[in-house]
Antibody, heavy 121, light 111 residues
Framework: QVQLVQSGAEVKKPGASVKVSCKAS????????INWVRQAPGQGLEWMGW????????GYAQKFQGRVTMTRDMSETTAYLEMSSLTSEDTAVYYC??????????????WGQGTLVTVSS | QSVLTQPPSVSGAPGQRVTISCTGS?????????VHWYQQLPGTVPKLLIY???IRPSGVPDRFSGSRSGTSASLAITGLQVEDEADYYC???????????FGGGTKLTVL
């Protein structure tokens, strides 16, 4: 069965960086986008960007350009989200999802369990 | 301020029909961009309900349906059940921003 398993919760200080992983299994990793979405406490969903695991190409929401990098390790079927210059505004649960539909942003039919990133001094 | 506008809350009694609107513009829904809908039960991961505006993934009850009219999309839920109480989000692509966008979410209360 399709599974996306994310890395554990992180606590970071303002100005630091964080790298969240998303290990995929149960399907051909290179055939589907990986999307990243975040949700601040008590808030709605926020789209961050997409990654094509086959080519390594990524597209980012304007808000995150220059501060976020999405990469993958094909041998480990794992996608990564790295974010730098963290502030308290980045405190949120970060989700990866498998994007399957025809047009971007591809609809996510499977989601990771979420990774809570807390930014606090 | 979300690019896609949803009502903050809707409510209905068990068995009733409710609709949740998602209002966009000519650069997203009005341009024919796909609309996806997600359901998020309290404390859980979002779940895909509708993709490409009208298509239900397997396993999603046919009580849920999606539609588009002009610059808006709607999610309709018929035969409302207590377990439908959740937050609902629409998503689309905005060509002006060149990125995906979510609506602000709608909390459905089943009275």
């Amino acid at each position: 069965q399709v599974q996306l398993v994310q890395s554990g919760a992180e606590v970071k200080k303002p100005g630091a960086s964080v790298k969240v992983s998303c290990k995929a299994s149960g399907y051909v990793f290179t055939r589907y986008d990986i999307n990243w979405v975040r949700q601040a406490p008590g808030q709605g969903l926020e789209w961050m960007g997409w990654l094509n695991p086959n080519s390594g190409n990524a597209g980012y929401a304007q808000k995150f350009q220059g501060r976020v990098t999405m990469t993958r390790d094909m041998s480990e079927t794992t996608a990564y989200l790295e974010m730098s210059s963290l502030t308290s505004e980045d405190t949120a649960v970060y989700y990866c999802g498998r994007g399957f539909s025809a047009a971007r942003p591809r609809a996510q039919d499977h989601w990771g369990q979420g990774t809570l990133v807390t930014v606090s001094s | 301020q979300s690019v896609l506008t949803q009502p903050p809350s809707v409510s209905g009694a068990p068995g009733q029909r409710v609709t949740i609107s998602c209002t966009g513009s000519s650069s997203n829904i009005g341009a024919g961009s796909d609309v996806h809908w997600y359901q998020q039960l309290p404390g859980t991961v979002p779940k895909l309900l509708i993709y490409a505006t009208t298509i239900r993934p397997s396993g999603v009850p046919d009580r849920f349906s999606g539609s588009r009219s002009g610059t808006s999309a709607s999610l309709a839920i018929t035969g409302l059940q207590v377990e439908d109480e959740a937050d609902y989000y629409c998503q689309s692509y905005d060509s002006s921003l060149s990125e995906g966008v979510f609506g602000g979410g709608t909390k459905l209360t089943v009275l």
